[in-house]
Each structure stands twice: as C-alpha cells, then as structure tokens.
C-alpha cells in the first residue's frame, strides 16, 4: 500500500510514497528516502504520513527502524506518522 501525506484534518493527499509495497521495513526505508529528498516540499504545519503495512509471514523481530534524521525532520514539518496495520 502506497504512504500517503496529507494535512491534517484533510483527506487531499499531497504526496504519495512506496506504491504497491505492504512491507514495513521497506516502507520505512521509501518514507525516509523521501523525506532526505523533500525536506523543503512542505511547510511547517500538521500534516499526517499513513502508512498502511501488512504482517510479515513469520516474521519474528527485528524489521523498520526510523532514523532520527528522519524524526528530525518530521517533528520540524509537523508530519506525525500513522501505522495502519492491515491483514491478509
């Protein structure tokens, strides 16, 4: 599932990461690669990132880790992160 930025309070979406793609930790990776690449596409403001992920299969530990580059610049944004978790 694709990440989707949009303000808070909107559902106008103003940017769309990670398309086709239900995997967190890769997610992650495509949400901060976006974030190094666009740090000034957005003004400071609230602003949510919706990242719909699936469960791994046999997933037991490890998986996504956030940077704190990339909280950095999400807390200078506004952009709080939503993880919706979705089943089979």
């Known amino acids: 599932m694709p990440i989707y930025i949009y303000s808070e309070g909107s559902t106008e979406k103003l940017a769309r990461i990670s398309k086709g793609v239900w995997d967190l930790p890769t997610q992650i990776k495509e949400l901060e690669s976006w974030l190094f690449e666009n740090p000034l596409s957005l003004s400071p403001a609230n602003y949510i990132a919706d990242l719909g992920f699936s469960i791994r299969e046999n997933a037991c530990g490890g998986g996504a880790i ?8 999400m807390g200078n944004l506004g952009l709080k992160l939503y993880l919706s978790e979705y089943g089979e």
């Open 66 to 73: 956030l940077s704190p580059e990339a909280m950095s610049i």
